[in-house]
């Protein structure tokens, strides 16, 4: 065998390892963030349907709906300070065991909220511990999201930095259809009076599963190269410097410092992506279901929002992959662009009462924001450098998130009660327009070494 062939066969094991690993790490990613969001949406189910009967009943059935729907916004309360404290942490200890410990506080904290007593058995005490685990579950999702995307594209190729990336992206749209399959299943097979006892808790208590996957990720992934070497330059910077080593500043403090214009954009970049998603999974239900919107039955349109989910997770692989080729920003762009004009097709659709039309409606926006969101996690890891990188993306996003998540569901009722749908699919519109002009502002950063 001569010298050539070896050297081919061993390029050839290489290349056959790295593509093994990254599958590994690829799923551990997707299965993380999966579980990871379906609890976080599990709750929100929850909250419409379940809790204010069962922490609640001492006020008014709408009054215990807007209760249990505050508590709902802790968890969007929590998220930026998840993202600041596992950002400091993962900047400083690695991705791999700061991903690991959010994915355990999710899943003990959504144990947790399946195991509480109710109002009826400890008084005022349920509702206050069951917003104490919400808060818990936002911390949870505000590391997570950081370590799982950049275990993923930190370990990826550069020319497939986006596809891979689009893994982590995955879990939310998969989220959403376990989350509301959970109950479709439970509550078809077992009756209500059982449901509204019992029943319920048990998609929460099944997420004790995520503490499984956390284990997987620990025993069988390494940490990202980047973050390795980034590790050996400190040590070796240790071993030379003979001076008194300078005090070091958080890695949160270091990234605004260094980029506050970045983060500030990416949390601009994420408005129409977080208003439009909460709107197109969360709003239409209800303005879908009102004899006042739409009409339909309750079943009808969560089985529309299911199949669009369902649509979204190709879109957002193929859009990814497209950002390896022809660069993240201008994918990005096309699809605020479209998401900000299909607003306007969006609720006359829904309004013909068509399960098709209403299907078409929900699937064109979901899409269309899958062009965004899937090139997302490499636009965002590519924008820091590697000591700040967990930092000032986690920033970016959960800011992001909060401005235009928290409160989109309860801003689009508003308008539409107090105005016109019409003025709903303005505010998409205006969140679209806003993401625009960030991501035109930011630089592209496709192909950029993340060594460094």
């Avoid at 399946?114 to 590391?143: C, D, S």
């Avoid at 990814?320 to 201008?330: C, E, H, P, T, V």
């Amino acid at each position: 065998m001569t010298a050539n062939s070896t050297d081919v066969e061993s390029q050839e094991g290489d290349d056959a390892h790295l593509k093994s690993n990254m599958r590994k790490v690829a799923m551990a990613a997707l299965a993380g963030t999966s579980i990871e969001w379906y609890d976080f949406f599990l709750y929100g189910t929850a909250a419409a349907l379940i809790f204010p009967t069962a922490f609640f009943p001492e006020s008014t059935p709408t009054m215990a709906l807007i209760l249990s729907f505050g508590t709902f916004a802790f968890g969007f309360i929590a998220r930026p300070i998840g993202g600041i404290l596992f950002g400091h942490f993962g900047d400083r200890v690695g991705r791999k065991r700061t991903l690991v410990l959010a994915l355990i506080i999710m899943g003990v904290a959504s144990t947790l909220i399946g195991l509480l007593p109710t109002y009826a058995t400890i008084g005022i005490a349920a509702p206050i511990l069951l917003t104490v685990l919400r808060f818990t579950q936002g911390l949870a999702i505000g590391g997570q999201w950081g370590g799982a995307m950049l275990l993923v594209t930190e370990s990826a190729p550069s020319n497939k930095r986006g596809y891979y990336g689009a893994y982590a992206q995955a879990g939310a749209p998969v989220g959403v259809i376990l989350a509301n399959l959970a109950f479709i299943a439970i509550s078809a097979s077992v009756s209500e009076e059982f449901f509204m006892e019992w029943g319920w808790r048990i998609p929460f208590i099944s997420s004790v599963l995520l503490i499984g996957v956390s284990m997987y990720i620990q025993l069988h992934l390494e940490e990202t190269d980047a973050f390795k070497e980034l590790e050996a330059a400190n040590e070796q910077k240790r071993v030379n410097d003979t001076a008194a080593a300078p005090v070091q500043r958080s890695p949160v403090i270091e990234a605004l410092i260094k980029y506050p214009k970045t983060i500030g954009l990416a949390a601009g970049a994420f408005l129409s992506i977080q208003v439009c998603f909460y709107i197109l999974i969360g709003f239409v239900l209800a303005y879908g279901s009102d004899p006042d919107g739409a009409g339909m039955s309750r079943d009808t349109m969560l089985l529309a929002v299911l199949i669009a989910s369902a649509m979204q997770v190709p879109a957002q692989f193929m859009a990814a992959s497209y950002s390896d080729r022809n660069g993240r920003r201008g994918i990005f762009m096309i699809g605020a662009v479209l998401m900000g004009v299909w607003a306007f097709a969006l609720f006359p659709l829904i309004d013909t009462a068509n399960f098709w039309m209403i299907v078409l409606g929900i699937t064109g926006g979901l899409v269309f924001l899958g062009m965004m969101y899937g090139p997302q996690a490499a636009l965002y890891t590519e924008l820091f450098s590697t000591e700040v990188r967990y930092s000032g993306a986690s920033l970016g996003y959960q800011i992001g998130a909060i401005l235009g998540g928290a409160f989109a569901p309860t801003i689009a009722t508003i308008l539409w009660s107090q105005y016109d749908i019409f003025w709903v699919s303005v505010y998409m519109a205006g969140a679209s327009v806003a993401s625009y002009a960030c991501v035109m502002l930011l630089t592209e950063t496709s192909g950029n070494s993340l060594h460094g």
